[in-house]
């Protein structure tokens, strides 16, 4: 069973930046497309970026142009660095297989908080 840690957040003033970590448990990482979401308190959890086994990256509309997603093979670990952050970005975030119609992975990590606040 694949699990995953999730860390980096943290509470940033608007217009901050964080870059968030996934580790993942898997001899074969390098096969699965990855995904981080978000879950802000009363919303569903929403996609926000996600990345081919190859690199190829996919972005949320709100977040084009602020956020990066990318990843290390090498280190089983896949990234999300967040520039220009607004309060709407506050939320909880973790990472699963992408998309989740058919690569979600069994269970969720514990994810990582983000709070954009001043």
């Known amino acids: 069973q694949v699990q995953v840690v999730e860390s980096g957040g943290g509470l940033v003033q608007p217009g901050g930046s964080l870059r968030l970590s996934c580790a993942v448990s898997?001899?074969?990482?390098?096969?699965?497309?990855m995904g981080w979401y978000r879950q802000a308190p009363g919303k569903q959890r929403e996609l926000v970026a996600g990345?081919?086994?190859?690199?190829?990256?996919n972005y949320a509309d709100s977040v084009k142009g602020r956020f990066t997603i990318s990843r290390d093979n090498a280190k089983n670990t896949v990234y999300l660095q967040m520039s220009s952050l607004e309060p709407e970005d506050t939320a909880v975030y973790y990472c699963?297989?992408?998309?989740?119609?058919?690569?979600?992975?069994?269970?969720w990590g514990q994810g990582t908080q983000v709070t954009v606040s001043s």
């Open positions: 699963n297989g992408w998309p989740l119609a058919t690569d979600k992975f069994t269970s």
């Open positions: 990345i081919t086994r190859t690199g190829g990256a």
């Open positions: 898997s001899a074969i990482f390098s096969v699965y497309n």
